[in-house]
């Protein structure tokens, strides 16, 4: 399976959350690539069998969460018909972060079939259970 993993970070942890992503897709025997989301590969994108999509948890406590800097997410290539993986990173609370980046995603046009929020301080705690199940969405999809 082609997996892509293209991250917006503001201060490197959803980076590196998406190295480690792609190094849980990459050792279960995909071919993966990772890119910023501000410079997606796009043949590698139109040949994606998955795509997987990270962001920062944006917002206080008091105040709500919501995926960071949505406007870079909205700037991406449409990818009408790939499946697409979405997951946040976070300090402390995630809220309801990951259920409003998957609605901004589906907005966009894009099939979301697995979400996950990812504790910055706790990676890779939830990489692999997370790339697992965007992998057998995909493969569930495929067998339908």
Same mark, same amino acid.
């Given at each position: ?77 449409? *990818?009408?018909?790939?499946? !697409?993986? &979405?997951? =946040?990173?976070? $300090?402390?609370? /995630? ?26 301080? *706790?990676?890779?705690?939830? !990489?692999? &259970?997370? =790339?697992?199940? $965007?992998?057998? /969405? ?7």
């Amino acid at each position: 399976m082609r997996i892509v993993v293209l991250s917006q970070s503001r201060t490197g942890n959803t980076r590196r959350a998406a190295e480690m992503v792609g190094g849980s897709a990459e050792a279960a025997g995909h071919e993966v690539t990772v890119h910023p989301v501000t410079e997606p590969d796009l043949n590698a994108l139109a040949e994606a069998d998955l795509v997987i999509i990270g962001t920062w948890c944006d917002g206080a406590i008091f105040f709500g969460h919501r995926p960071g800097d949505a406007r870079k997410i909205k700037a991406l290539p449409k *990818l009408h018909g790939v499946p !697409v993986a &979405a997951y =946040v990173t976070y $300090a402390y609370h /995630a809220g309801k972060a990951v259920n409003r980046f998957a609605s901004l995603l589906e907005r966009q046009g894009m099939d979301v079939v697995a979400i996950e929020s990812l504790r910055r301080d *706790l990676l890779p705690a939830g !990489v692999d &259970a997370f =790339v697992d199940r $965007a992998i057998e /969405a995909v493969g569930q999809r495929s067998a339908a």
